[in-house]
């Protein structure tokens, strides 16, 4: 077994059986062309597939979904109340485009307004990115920020996330009050150590590398590509300080709101909601479905199956524990709801999710 630098080159005359490549640069794809007979998979596929290079042809591709990272950053923002969605285009690959478009669609359904920051056509050139360029481009980011409506959710790859923050303090631009900021991938560099810490989808990068692993194992042992890429969906929401906040700006739906986040574990009914406002139950009901489209029971149901999602997740708690910690009455009622909800009975996501982390598959019933 060998590792190769990003970038480095193995020394020639090297021999492999097989490769693992992330190809983010054209000397990784130099690699793979020099070695055509070597099964190879790789965990990225932006560079060959947007160059449309001709060793894609012939690679393996096991990667995230990047749709699905769209519609769960999206999603994160649409549940914090926010009515304006953003997406910065930072380099129009293939990373950003289908979650672009799938934070568009979300985004309509829930009738609220979406921005593409294109970014990429300031920068005007592939990464790296020149120092003469990169001052001109932020510049335009901070102008189009500026224009945004406020509260904004944005959503941005986390290496850019930190570029973002230094715009935002430039331009007298708070996060999150104003500026709500989503990462995709979970990059801890970016979003841990940020001056304010970057929530993000994580893109569960140990699951890829391991069904990358034994996809590698496949086709070493002789079996066929893959015609389609295997596409991995996130491994869930990490919330730091940059969304922190709830955007709505009416004061009683939001009191309700956190009422209910707070006690969503508790057998609380929309009318214990109502109780803690100063409304009554007819007026915050039509303020709550306004101001977020949905329900107060809706958003109870909401919170509660989220919760059960993450312990079938995270967990080897007992389904009846798992009921009674995320709200609902017993197990029949969390199967209903769940079911309802996910398309699954509980048993049977726990058992995918598990499939998924192990780096097997089973069809959804």
């Known amino acids: 077994m060998d590792y190769s630098r990003i970038g480095i080159p193995p020394d020639p005359g090297e021999r492999f059986d097989g490769i693992l490549a992330i190809v983010g640069k054209h000397q990784e794809v130099d690699v793979i062309r020099n070695y055509p007979h070597v099964p190879c998979v790789d965990m990225s596929g932006a560079w060959l ?11 393996a591709r096991v990667t995230y979904d990047p749709a699905a990272l769209g519609r769960m950053a999206a999603d994160h923002m649409l549940g914090r109340g926010f009515k304006t969605l953003a997406f910065i285009n930072t380099c129009n690959g293939w990373q950003e485009r289908p979650g672009i478009a799938a934070c568009a669609q979300l985004a309509k359904e829930n009738g609220a307004a979406f921005f593409e920051l294109r970014l990429y056509r300031e920068l005007g050139v592939a990464p790296p990115y ?17 224009t945004l409506p406020k509260p ?14 230094r715009v935002c303090e430039h331009t007298g631009i708070s996060v999150p009050e104003e500026l709500a900021v989503m990462g ?21 990068f140990e699951h890829i590398a391991f069904r990358a692993a034994q996809q590698l194992d496949r086709l070493m042992k002789g079996k066929k590509r893959p015609k389609k890429p295997i596409l991995l ?7 730091r300080q940059s969304t922190d906040v709830l955007a709505v700006d ?11 986040w707070q006690h969503f574990r508790e057998p609380i009914q929309a009318k214990d909601v109502v109780a803690h406002t100063t ?4 007026g915050l009901a039509l303020a709550f479905e306004k101001q977020l489209g949905r329900t107060i029971a809706d958003e109870i149901a909401r919170k509660r199956i989220d919760e059960a999602r993450r312990l079938l997740s995270e967990t080897d708690l007992k389904a009846t524990l798992i009921a009674k910690q995320s709200g609902f009455s017993g197990l029949e009622h969390l199967s209903r709801a769940f079911k309802r909800s996910v398309g699954q009975a509980p048993a049977v996501y726990r058992r995918n999710q598990r499939n998924h982390s192990r780096g097997e598959t089973e069809p959804l019933s």
């Not at 904004?152 to 923050?165: F, Q």
């Open 279 to 282: 409304m009554s139950y007819r």
């Open 49 to 59: 597939w947007d160059l449309k290079d001709p060793a894609a042809s012939r690679v």
């Open 250 to 260: 009416h004061r009683e739906v939001a009191a309700a709101l956190r009422f209910i």
């Open 152 to 165: 904004c959710g944005i959503i941005v790859v986390d290496d850019w996330g930190p570029s973002l923050l």
């Open 130 to 146: 020149t120092r003469t360029r990169l001052p001109q481009a932020m510049c335009w980011l901070g102008n189009a920020l500026r």
């Open 184 to 204: 995709l991938f979970n990059i801890l560099d970016a979003c841990e150590y940020a001056s304010i810490p970057i929530s993000a989808v994580d893109a569960g």
């Open 233 to 239: 969906p996130p491994k869930g929401l990490v919330i």
